[in-house]
């Protein structure tokens, strides 16, 4: 645990970033089993969200596993950390005034409760012109829950995962071998048996300019 640390805090606050960018922060965390589309979606997004002068931002959990988070596996404590890692970074993104879409399968809703709660602690840090500023660009978090059952995610396989389990190649795959925890109150749930990826992408852009604008 780092010690003798002083936070060192700038004269940028929130208010100047939302009126430089012409919008508010936000933080989408997509959750859901492999191949339930959570990528596909927030790529969706992020190009919508571009397209209307939002800047947005896709946190993919892959692409964090090609650097950051390479050193991590998959057993319990290496997802948590994952989690962690990656909330950060959002956390981060988001104070810098980026709309991210963060997707991850964050199988444990304690980690996903943990990341929401970096963005909330965020105030207790922030400089003074931010104190008086709405929620919406203060930044904040939105889960998502792209609810697609197992039987679907394993028949989509985009990435072979699902076969290479049945396979025994692999053990701990989230829904097969390892558990997942879907949310219990998500800002927003998509029935990806009902809607199309654009029509999932279209509703996530609707709520996220709701809220940062």
Same mark, same amino acid.
């Given at each position: 645990?780092?010690?003798? $640390? ?6 940028? +606050? ?13 933080? =989408? ?9 959570? @990528?596909? $979606? ?13 800047? %947005?931002? &896709? ?10 988070? @390479?050193?991590? +596996? ?8 994952? $989690?962690?890692?990656?909330?950060? =970074? %959002? %956390?981060?993104?988001? #104070?810098?005034?980026?709309? &991210?879409?963060? !997707?991850? =399968?964050?199988?444990?809703?304690? /980690? ?33 829950? =792209?609810?697609?059952?197992?039987? $679907?995610? !394993?028949?989509? /396989? ?7 389990? #049945? ?31 654009? /029509?999932? #992408? #279209?509703?996530?852009?609707? @709520? ?6």
């Amino acid at each position: 645990m780092s010690t003798h $640390i002083t936070r060192s805090d700038g004269h940028v +606050g929130q208010e100047m970033r939302t009126a430089a960018l012409g919008h508010g922060a936000l933080t =989408v965390w997509f959750t859901g089993l492999s191949g339930s589309g959570k @990528s596909t $979606i927030a790529h969706l997004v992020e190009a919508l969200l571009v397209d209307e002068g939002i800047n %947005a931002y &896709v946190l993919d959990g892959d692409n964090l596993r090609f650097g950051l988070c @390479s050193d991590l +596996g998959f057993s319990p404590q290496d997802r948590s950390e994952n $989690i962690r890692r990656a909330g950060e =970074v %959002a %956390a981060l993104l988001n #104070a810098a005034g980026v709309v &991210v879409l963060a !997707a991850f =399968v964050s199988p444990y809703r304690a /980690d996903r409760d943990r990341v929401r709660a970096m963005h909330l602690s965020d105030s207790a840090n922030s400089t003074p012109d931010q104190s008086s500023l709405s929620p919406s660009s203060s930044g904040g978090f939105m889960e998502v829950y =792209v609810d697609t059952p197992l039987e $679907i995610c !394993a028949q989509r /396989d985009p990435k072979g995962l699902y076969a290479k389990a #049945a396979a025994g190649e692999i053990t701990d795959l989230t829904g097969v071998g390892s558990p997942y925890e879907p949310p219990l109150e998500p800002e927003l749930r998509l029935d990806t048996t009902e809607l199309s990826e654009a /029509d999932c #992408a #279209a509703k996530v852009v609707a @709520s996220v300019l709701s809220r940062v604008r």
